[in-house]
């Protein structure tokens, strides 16, 4: 029997991770699609910025399956973590 490949992590499991590296390390509640991209860039992306650039756009839309992280503009071009809808 061959070896099994591991899964690829998605384009937003990898902006998740990147977002959260960008908050622990410098603090900042906002980010330009450059600064996750540059994250990425320095955790071994392989991701185009295009293909980043387009899944925060959709990422401030409510998702579908985990990870469930969503983002809202902040400013122009800058984008920060929504919280969390209340349920009342």
Do not use: I
Request: aromatic share 6%; glycine share 6%.
């Amino acid at each position: 029997m061959g070896e099994r490949k591991l899964a690829r992590s998605t384009c937003r499991d990898e902006v998740v991770e990147a977002v959260g590296t960008l908050a622990v390390g410098g603090g900042e509640r906002s980010f330009s699609v450059e600064e996750v991209y540059a994250a990425m860039v320095a955790s071994g992306t392989t991701w185009p910025r295009s293909t980043v650039a387009k899944t925060m756009l959709r990422m401030t839309r409510p998702a579908r399956r985990p990870p469930y992280v969503r983002l809202e503009r902040s400013a122009v071009n800058r984008y920060r973590v929504a919280e969390p809808a209340s349920p009342f």
